[in-house]
Structure formats: structure tokens, C-alpha cells
């Protein structure tokens, strides 16, 4: 496990280098010129940019495979929870009801909102749900968010509300500054650090929450830490950069495929994959025809979609067979 | 001599009166009892699962506030569900009861149940029964001083109710821990040195096996009663006129 963490590791690495890199031509050009100027461009263009996508990645991916230890389903995610939703509706009303324009207020917004909405789906469906209940649930608290967040723009003081929250709303990493990433990364870290030492309780909630209750971990305080983290994480993200889709559910997968399926010891190769995928993502929108922006969630969720498809019906035949 | 096990004042709201209980070493002790009865509760009560006042301790060490690494050695719990959501690696599962890695262990266990050509399959791809035995190499991986093992011969087949029985008799002995294991089948009682009959969320009776399946208590609890040709059910006026 530790030799394929090394490797995914060194594989962001030098994903990341590429991403901050790319395109390479104008980059050389501009150092020809103006070497100041070109150095500039790398920092306060480009790298929020690269930071912004690996971090994101990651706390997708962690979070996600905190949320599908604390369900006991490898469905739940950031976003099939509705917390990316919620996030979005707490971003909304922060900056467009509050006006408020300083990066790390607006994510205690976002954080609020997936607090919101993950601690909504613990009361409809609880810890320990059928699939159908979590999945319902989470539609649900998605579709009210989504619905609360288009009526909040519609009837934002600020008539550009609607067009202007597009570009920020549909996940985009275009045009964020140091100071937006890092209002967004920072509580992140904080937040993944603080679940990463809970790898070993979520360990043990696969033997069942009994059987946790009895090492001395309380399934119910797991919990609200595991929400609470994952509110913090995902809200921040999600006021920089809006929701982005299936990267938070895919990569617990394939990181459980790492880790022996124990959900716990899943947390950091989930990290790791969902950085790499996110990057990755982020790298193939700049093919788009010149003078077109893709927003990089759109394109997760185009190549998400049949990828979850897939899962559910793999999981459908394994219980029916 | 103080007792391996103590519990004083036991309780779970609505299922569990308070219950106090000792037990010795090197003990198995059979817990038995209608449905509903409160078996389940009163095991997840002396594994501080669930308790609603009172204490546990354990060979002179409170459970309550005993730390996680800790907990292992002082008890097990093996819960009455089969159910695995993840697919972790029977091995793998057997060392997740183990608080430090001990792969010697693991192997002793996996050839004690018969489990050595399981071994690497994801235990969400086992049968029940195979399942209930990697559940029970789990609870016994930490040699803890106290068992509570909720219906451990339940999906498995005679062989295994046998070898099972003969296996927690061994690590009795062995180790001097002690046993408590709920079983429905009244006809397993003889392999245990005492029972104890729960009904209506308390104990109602405490007696070694003979003078339990001789009692009043067991066949008012179950509602059954010993004739010529085994068990069978009392006769309804008998259930009405009981206390």
C-alpha cells in the first residue's frame, strides 16, 4: 500500500507540474520578454489555478471516503449527499444576500450550507439506510438546494446574479486569485487532517457500529466529526470553485481497490486519486476550441455519469445474484 | 477473590432493568431467553455499546473508561449480524479485532476455523455461515478476558455448532477468560457451566444447565414445557393461570 502511494503520489507530482505549465509556449515567450512578468503569470495566474484543482481533488476524494465509511455505502459522496448543493446555496446567499466579498467568510458560508444539508440527510435517512433511502434522500436535499439557490438568484439584488454566478457555480478553476485559494485550501488541509486520524474508527465500522461502540469509538460523535470535517472541506471548495460532480465518489472506489477494501485506510489514496483526476480533468478543458471556456465540472459529470451508472448496476447484480 | 466480570446496575431504557451480574474465570455461560427477551441488550450493555447507568469492569478495569487500544483485551463483542458492506480480505478482517498486528495470530485463527483457503477472499463474498466464522476469529484475535458473543451458532451447520462449542471450551481453558454466548437451542446446553434465562429485560433465572432445563422459569419463559417425547408447547390455559 505504501509503494502505491509513493507511486500515485510521484504521478500528481508531475501531473501537477504539467497543469501548471501548460500551455508551455506563451509561458517561454513571455520570459523572453519580460522575466518578471512571465514569473508573475506562473504564481498569481497559474498556480492558484494548479492548487485549486489538486486541493479540490482531494478533499473530494478523502471526504467522499469519509462519507461512504461513516453510510456504510459506497454510494454516498459529496455531491450524491446533496453537500455540494448545500455548499452552493450557503455561497449564494453569502455573496449576493450579504454582499460579502472576502474569500474566507464566504467559505464559512459554504461550509454552513453542506453542514446543512449533510446533517438534513442524517435526520430523513440516518446512519445505517438501504442504499434507496440514502440515495432518495440525498436526490432530494440536492434538488431543494439546487431549487433555493436558483430563487435566491433570480431574486439577488443584483440583476447580473444569474449570469455571473455561471461561470463560478458550474466548477471552474478560471480566474482564481492566491488569496481565494487559499481561503479555500487552508481550512480544507485543516479539516483533512483532523479525518485522517479517524482512519482507524472508520476502519472499524466495517466489523459494525456495535462492534466500534464496543472498542470505545461512539458511532454517533464519528458522525458529527465526519460531517462536521466534511461540511468544512467541501463548503470551502465549493464557495471558491462551485460543485463538481463524481470525482468525490469514483475515487474512494478505486482507492478501496488500494487499501484492501478497508474503508478507512481508503482515506489518503482517495486523496491522491482524486487530486490526479481532478487535475487531469482540469488539464483536458483546455483542449476546448480556442475563445471557449468548459467549465471542469461539466466535464466530470459527462464522464462520471456512465462510470456511476456502472457502479449501481454492478452493485444491483451482486445483489440479486 | 474478585470476580473476572462486575456489573453493577446494568441498564438500557425500555429494554434492560437494572441488572447486576459476576462472573468467575475460565467460565461459558449460556445466555438463553424468548425474543425480546432482553439477550441482545444485556450483551451490548456489559460491552458499553449501549448503557443507560451502572458500570462494567473487568478484571479490575472500568470498560466505560477504558481506552480504545485497551479495550480489546479486557472484551470482545461479536454482534448477532452477518452483514459486511465492504470488501475487506477475511485475513484482513480477522487482524482489524487485533489493537497491534500479529500475523502468527491470524494464521493460528484462520487454521483453528478452517479458514486458511478463505483467506484472501473479500468476506462480502462468503456464505453466511463462512462469514460467522471470520466474525468469530475477530472476537477471539485479542484473547480478551471476556467474551460476549451474540448467537454465534446461528448460520452454521452441525459440524460447526460442535467444533465452535469445542473451540470456546479450549480457549476457556487456555487463556482463563470467560464466555457469555446467546443461543436459542436449549438442546446446546449441557456444553456450558451455567445459564442464565433473560425474560421481560431482566434475568430471571441463574442456574447450571440441569437445574435451568428442570425449571419453572425456562418453561414459563418460553412458554414450553418437557413431555414424554421431548419439548412442546404448553397448553394455552397452563400460559394464563402461570403468574
Not at chain 1, 179 to 203: E, G, K, N, S
Not at chain 2, 139 to 154: G, N, V
Request: proline share 6%; charged share 15%; with cysteine.
Amino acid at each position: 500500500m505504501s509503494r502505491s502511494g509513493a507511486f500515485l503520489s510521484l504521478a500528481l507530482l508531475l501531473l501537477a507540474a504539467l497543469h501548471l505549465t501548460t500551455p508551455l509556449g506563451p509561458l517561454l515567450e513571455l520570459r523572453r520578454a519580460d522575466p518578471a512578468l512571465a514569473s508573475l503569470l506562473l504564481t498569481e495566474l497559474r498556480l492558484p489555478r494548479t492548487l485549486l484543482a489538486a486541493g479540490y481533488g482531494a478533499v473530494l476524494g478523502m471526504t467522499g471516503a469519509a462519507l461512504q465509511a461513516m453510510f456504510a455505502n459506497p454510494l454516498a459522496s459529496p455531491d450524491i449527499t446533496g453537500s455540494s448543493s448545500g455548499a452552493a446555496l450557503g455561497a449564494v446567499l453569502g455573496a449576493y444576500w450579504f454582499e460579502i466579498a472576502d474569500p474566507l467568510a464566504l467559505a464559512g458560508f459554504g461550509a454552513g450550507g453542506a453542514g446543512l444539508a449533510l446533517a438534513g440527510l442524517l435526520l430523513l435517512a440516518g446512519r445505517r439506510s438501504d442504499t434507496a433511502t440514502l440515495l432518495l434522500a440525498g436526490v432530494a436535499i440536492a434538488l431543494a438546494a439546487g431549487a433555493a439557490t436558483s430563487l435566491l438568484l433570480a431574486l439577488a439584488p443584483s440583476p447580473f446574479a444569474f449570469y455571473d454566478s455561471f461561470d463560478w457555480l458550474m466548477g471552474s478553476f478560471v480566474d482564481r486569485s492566491l488569496p481565494q485559494a487559499a481561503a479555500a485550501l487552508v481550512p480544507a488541509a485543516l479539516a483533512c487532517a483532523l479525518l485522517v486520524r479517524r482512519a482507524r474508527a472508520l476502519d472499524l465500522l466495517a466489523l459494525g457500529e456495535d462492534v466500534a461502540a464496543s472498542l470505545g469509538y461512539q458511532p454517533r460523535g464519528l458522525a458529527l466529526e465526519v460531517v462536521a470535517l466534511s461540511a468544512v472541506a467541501v463548503g470551502a471548495c465549493v464557495s471558491v470553485c462551485g460543485a463538481i460532480g463524481f470525482v468525490g465518489l469514483l475515487a474512494p472506489y478505486a482507492a478501496r481497490r488500494i487499501s484492501g477494501g478497508h474503508p478507512g485506510r481508503a482515506l489518503v489514496p482517495a486523496a491522491l486519486i482524486g487530486a490526479i483526476l481532478l487535475v487531469l480533468a482540469d488539464l483536458a478543458v483546455r483542449l476546448a476550441p480556442a475563445g471557449r471556456v468548459i467549465p471542469v465540472g461539466i466535464l466530470t459529470t459527462v464522464v462520471g455519469t456512465p462510470l456511476f451508472i456502472w457502479l449501481v448496476v454492478g452493485m444491483r447484480r451482486r445483489l440479486t445474484s | 477473590m474478585t470476580p473476572l466480570l462486575e456489573a453493577r446496575d446494568v441498564a438500557i431504557g425500555g429494554r434492560l432493568q437494572a441488572t447486576d451480574l459476576e462472573i468467575g474465570s475460565s467460565a461459558m455461560i449460556a445466555l438463553i431467553g424468548p425474543n425480546g427477551g432482553g439477550k441482545t441488550s444485556l450483551l451490548r450493555a456489559l460491552a458499553a455499546v449501549e448503557m443507560d447507568g451502572g458500570s462494567v469492569v473487568v478484571d479490575g478495569e472500568d470498560i466505560a473508561s477504558a481506552a480504545p487500544a485497551r479495550r480489546p483485551h479486557l472484551l470482545t463483542f461479536l454482534p448477532a449480524s452477518r452483514d459486511a458492506v465492504w470488501p475487506i480480505r477475511a485475513r484482513a478482517m480477522i487482524e482489524l479485532g487485533l489493537a497491534n498486528s500479529d500475523p502468527q495470530r491470524v494464521d493460528r485463527l484462520l487454521e483453528e476455523l478452517e479458514l486458511v483457503d478463505l483467506a484472501n477472499r473479500p468476506i462480502n463474498r462468503l456464505s453466511t455461515g463462512e462469514r460467522a466464522r471470520v466474525l468469530l476469529a475477530r472476537a477471539l484475535a485479542p484473547c480478551p478476558r471476556i467474551l460476549l458473543l451474540d448467537e454465534p451458532l446461528s448460520n452454521l451447520d452441525p459440524y460447526w455448532v460442535l467444533r465452535t462449542l469445542q473451540l470456546l471450551r479450549e480457549t476457556v481453558r487456555k487463556t482463563r477468560c470467560s464466555a457469555i454466548v446467546s443461543l436459542h437451542d436449549i438442546d446446546r446446553l449441557q456444553s456450558f457451566d451455567r445459564v442464565l434465562l433473560a425474560s421481560s429485560g431482566r434475568i430471571v433465572a441463574d442456574l447450571p444447565p440441569d437445574a435451568m432445563l428442570a425449571s419453572r422459569e425456562l418453561a414459563h419463559s418460553f412458554r414450553i414445557e418437557m413431555g414424554e417425547g421431548g419439548w412442546r408447547v404448553s397448553p394455552p390455559a397452563d400460559r394464563r393461570s402461570s403468574p
